[in-house]
């Protein structure tokens, strides 16, 4: 944790790294930038893949989820959700946003509540059956959201990783053999150029 810390710290005093404001459009606070490891944001889907929906009716974190979305914040990099709830859940994302909250707190089984504040107004639903992932509308939208920002993508599903790197977003599939769970942090911070 203490090389974690310092390589955060130098991040941050490296000029490498700044933070975003908590709307879904990002604004620069210096120099225009480039899609670059100075400006990045990683949306993930959120059942199965920070929540472990398996059983019926109770929800819990996945492996290792809670503290990745901490290592990613606390060296500043914004965070959202992309995923497929029905589109009858609401008008609107904060609407369906809402309704995803409500349903996912009516089954969380962990002691603390799930850290909505987190991910900010950056939750990104379907408006149409036609959204739904894998097309391809909802990593666009995500990947516009983040603009100028480089966008990544962390989900267990391989088609919806193609469909989100076809949109332009680094995909990254969870909970594969062989490597670590979640994307690692220095990635998302010193991502190779483009």
């Not at 996945?62 to 859940?89: D, K, S």
């Not at 409500?102 to 900010?120: K, R, S, T």
């Not at 959201?145 to 919806?160: N, Q």
Request: charged share 20%; glycine share 8%; hydrophobic share 45%.
């Amino acid at each position: 944790m203490k090389l974690f810390t310092r390589l955060a710290a130098a991040t941050a005093a490296a000029g490498l790294l700044f933070a975003l404001p908590t709307t879904a459009t990002a604004t620069p606070t210096a120099e225009p930038q480039s899609r670059s490891a100075r400006c990045s944001v990683v949306w993930f889907d959120l059942g199965n893949t920070l929540v472990d929906t398996t059983v019926a009716g109770r929800m819990t974190w996945m492996a290792g989820a809670q503290r990745h979305l901490r290592q990613l914040r606390a060296v500043g990099v914004p965070i959202g959700l992309i995923t497929n709830v029905p589109p009858e859940w609401g008008a609107t994302d904060a609407e369906r946003a809402a309704a995803t909250k409500a349903y996912v707190d009516g089954q969380w089984a962990e002691a603390d509540p799930f850290p909505w504040a987190l991910f900010g107004d950056r939750i990104l639903t379907p408006r149409t059956k036609a959204e739904s992932k894998p097309a391809l509308a909802l990593f666009e939208r995500g990947k516009d959201d983040a603009a100028p920002c480089r966008s990544f993508y962390e989900g267990e599903t391989p088609a919806e990783i193609t469909a989100a790197e076809q949109a332009g977003l680094t995909g990254y599939l969870i909970g594969q053999p062989n490597q670590p769970a979640y994307l690692p942090v220095w990635r998302v911070l010193f991502p190779a150029r483009d």
